[in-house]
């Protein structure tokens, strides 16, 4: 199965809907580590139980952990990280990736060499990544590599797990084709899309075997 980009016309939203649907997202993502972190606050303040105490902080240490990576990611997926036409360490990338994706469920395997490269470009990579999660939700490998060079790369990353299948809603967006409603839940995938326009890269889904493979090269 391979599914590629089309000229299906489309509404697009505004810069201010993007904006607000990429807030919804983030909060999205760190409300529940917070809350957390909140939970284990209140056992500190009002059980003396030691072994509670100590329950609190290892869910403190772990969840505070957990908010971190993900506004670490969301400030280099999402955000400015940098002027216009700035360059970004790709082994910072490979860190706030590995951050991100963790090693409970899911375990990134980075094979992109260090370097420079243009801001736009890795804030695709890094939304690629993300993407990749959701096409293994049983948990899995993602295989990150790239070939060409840092001014003109072209990415692989490859899902290999138990129940792969296509990461949710990429393929609508990429195609036009039974395109969902916006909101906190597509717009990483939308984003992704159009990074992958801004980029002048060609985002590909197709189907190895058991793995899912997403491939973005020069259109």
């Not at 983030?26 to 284990?40: E, L, M, Q, R």
């Not at 400015?80 to 990134?108: C, M, N, P, W, Y």
Request: aromatic content about 6%.
């Amino acid at each position: 199965m391979t599914m590629t980009a089309t000229l299906s016309p489309r509404v697009e939203p505004t810069d201010l809907e993007i904006a607000a649907l990429i807030s919804s997202k983030i909060v999205h993502d760190v409300i529940g580590p917070v809350g957390a972190i909140y939970n284990g606050i209140e056992i500190l303040d009002e059980d003396d139980d030691p072994e509670a105490k100590t329950y609190a902080m290892k869910v403190i240490r772990d969840v505070t952990e957990q908010a971190s990576a993900r506004l670490q990611f969301a400030r280099f997926a999402f955000g400015a990280a940098g002027s216009a036409g700035a360059q970004i360490d790709l082994r910072t990338a490979e860190q706030i990736s590995k951050g991100f994706v963790g090693q409970v469920k899911h375990r990134l395997d980075w094979k992109i060499a260090p370097g420079y490269m243009g801001k736009d470009k890795v804030k695709l990579l890094l939304n690629l990544v993300a993407c990749a999660i959701t096409a293994l939700p049983r948990g899995g490998d993602i295989e990150v590599q790239m070939t060409g060079s840092f001014e003109v790369p072209n990415f692989t990353i490859r899902c290999k797990g138990t129940g792969a299948r296509p990461p949710q809603h990429l393929g609508e967006f990429i195609s036009g084709e039974q395109v969902p409603p916006l909101d906190a839940m597509t717009i990483q995938a939308y984003y992704t899309m159009r990074l992958g326009e801004t980029a002048g890269m060609r985002l590909l889904i197709v189907k190895d075997a058991a793995d899912i493979i997403l491939t973005a090269g020069q259109a």
